[in-house]
T-cell receptor
Framework: DVKVTQSSRYLVKRTGEKVFLECVQD?????MFWYRQDPGLGLRLIYF???????EKGDIPEGYSVSREKKERFSLILESASTNQTSMYLC??????????????????FGDGTRLSIL | TQLLEQSPQFLSIQEGENLTVYCNSS?????LQWYRQEPGEGPVLLVT?????EVKKLKRLTFQFGDARKDSSLHITAAQPGDTGLYLC???????????FGTGTRLKVLA
């Protein structure tokens, strides 16, 4: 089974701090994703990476950056944390990027999430 | 960011009842996935549907993709407490590689 591990289940930080969220996957997947999950808004994509050192912005990248120095590890960075970044953060990985149509779309495998509170 | 609208947002039912969850959009999707997320865990894929009108069954769960590929439904027969969780749909537009997630339906099945 694919294992996606997020380093912290709960994290409390202060406004203005630089925050690192770490994610590791053990299945040699090419693609990794960071989402935030807020009630009533579903999951929103922050950034994704399709290869080492490659990244693309998702739908809500403002205030965030990412790092992928090794294939198995994808880090999300809050440059200067703000209270509106309090949320559940979910990391995911997939074997391939989804293509339009076809049962070949590989599932995304999610970690258990990091609940981040910014005070 | 366009979201998929799911209804109902919350649902609390007794064990043994049937229920249907809806996932609606005004745009066409090339494929649609359903996930279930249990408390304290990440979402887990249940099914992917790709053809308009397609019906897939997973034990007591029946998934249908709308004929026009703009909507989908999830029907659960004889719900059990183990079905409790957050159900999320996620649609993929043709020519893109980012899934758009629905707003979620939180289901609680009482014993």
């Amino acid at each position: 089974d694919v294992k996606v591990t997020q380093s912290s289940r709960y994290l409390v930080k202060r406004t203005g701090e630089k925050v690192f969220l770490e994610c590791v996957q053990d299945m040699d997947h090419e693609n990794m994703f960071w989402y935030r999950q807020d009630p009533g808004l579903g999951l929103r994509l922050i950034y994704f990476s399709y290869d080492v050192k490659m990244k693309e912005k998702g739908d809500i990248p403002e205030g965030y950056s990412v790092s992928r120095e090794k294939k198995e590890r994808f880090s999300l960075i809050l440059e200067s944390a703000s209270t509106n970044q309090t949320s559940m953060y979910l990391c995911a990985s997939s074997l391939s990027l989804p293509q339009g149509g076809g049962d070949s779309n590989q599932p995304q495998h999610f970690g258990d999430g990091t609940r981040l509170s910014i005070l | 960011t366009q979201l998929l609208e799911q209804s109902p947002q919350f649902l609390s039912i007794q064990e043994g009842e049937n229920l249907t969850v809806y996932c609606n959009s005004s745009s066409v999707f090339s494929s649609l996935q359903w996930y279930r997320q249990e408390p304290g865990e990440g979402p887990v894929l249940l099914v992917t549907v790709v053809t308009g009108g397609e019906v897939k069954k997973l034990k007591r769960l029946t998934f249908q993709f709308g004929d026009a590929r703009k909507d989908s439904s999830l029907h659960i027969t004889a719900a059990q407490p183990g079905d409790t969780g957050l159900y999320l749909c996620a649609g993929l537009h043709s020519g893109t590689y980012k899934y758009i997630f629905g707003t979620g339906t939180r289901l609680k099945v009482l014993a």
